[in-house]
T-cell receptor, first 113, second 112 residues
Framework: DGGITQSPKYLFRKEGQNVTLSCEQNLNHDAMYWYRQDPGQGLRLIYYSQIVNDFQKGDIAEGYSVSREKKESFPLTVTSAQKNPTAFYLC????????????FGSGTRLTVV | EDKVVQSPLSLVVHEGDTVTLNCSYEVTNFRSLLWYKQEKKAPTFLFMLTSSGIEKKSGRLSSILDKKELFSILNITATQTGDSAIYLCAVEGSGNTGKLIFGQGTTLQVKP
């Protein structure tokens, strides 16, 4: 079955560490997105990519980095520069426009300990 | 700056009640408005609206868009405990990037 897979589901990070969240899709979608969700704040866009080897910053890109070396994969690295990384992270993909909505992964909950 | 605002932020009702969730937006070159339901983790798609005044329905849920007044409503009739979730409104604006701007979400709790 086609879908989008995020891993791990839960992640704990010590302060000062970089961590990488995985996002893989087999839907043959061109576009992929990373959102952060905090309580009461909805989803905020971190980075997005419309095509392999190209990506753009979203509204809250500081302290994060991404790569898009393969169409299927769009990993997100949360760096030590992100001062408040504890949140729920959602990855999504689409065919290039939102016309048919996004397909979302099940999310990764990151906690700084 | 593009903005999507949902109201109320939270709502508690009893089974059988009817609820109306609101979404207003200020977005450059509006393309579409989407509603999602988020129960535990991944949001699931409910509706996409592009034209004013055309109601979309799916069972007990319905939604309509007003492009003149820049808002949409999501109605849920005869609510059930399974309707308890966060309801997210999102708008696609200009640039053909496909990126969505989300509102804060409305948390709905339906009590038995």
């Amino acid at each position: 079955d086609g879908g989008i897979t995020q891993s791990p589901k839960y992640l704990f990070r010590k302060e000062g560490q970089n961590v990488t969240l995985s996002c893989e899709q087999n839907l043959n979608h061109d576009a992929m997105y990373w959102y952060r969700q905090d309580p009461g704040q909805g989803l905020r866009l971190i980075y997005y990519s419309q095509i392999v080897n190209d990506f753009q910053k979203g509204d809250i890109a500081e302290g994060y980095s991404v790569s898009r070396e393969k169409k299927e994969s769009f990993p997100l690295t949360v760096t030590s520069a992100q001062k408040n990384p504890t949140a729920f992270y959602l990855c999504a993909s689409s065919s290039g426009t939102a016309n048919y909505g996004y397909t979302f992964g099940s999310g990764t909950r990151l906690t700084v300990v | 700056e593009d903005k999507v605002v949902q109201s109320p932020l939270s709502l508690v009702v009893h089974e059988g009640d009817t609820v109306t969730l609101n979404c207003s937006y200020e977005v450059t070159n509006f393309r579409s408005l989407l509603w999602y339901k988020q129960e535990k983790k991944a949001p699931t798609f409910l509706f996409m609206l592009t034209s004013s005044g055309i109601e979309k329905k799916s069972g007990r849920l319905s939604s309509i868009l007003d492009k003149k007044e820049l808002f949409s409503i999501l109605n849920i009739t005869a609510t059930q405990t399974g309707d308890s979730a966060i309801y997210l409104c999102a708008v696609e604006g200009s640039g053909n990037t496909g990126k969505l701007i989300f509102g804060q979400g409305t948390t709905l709790q339906v009590k038995p």
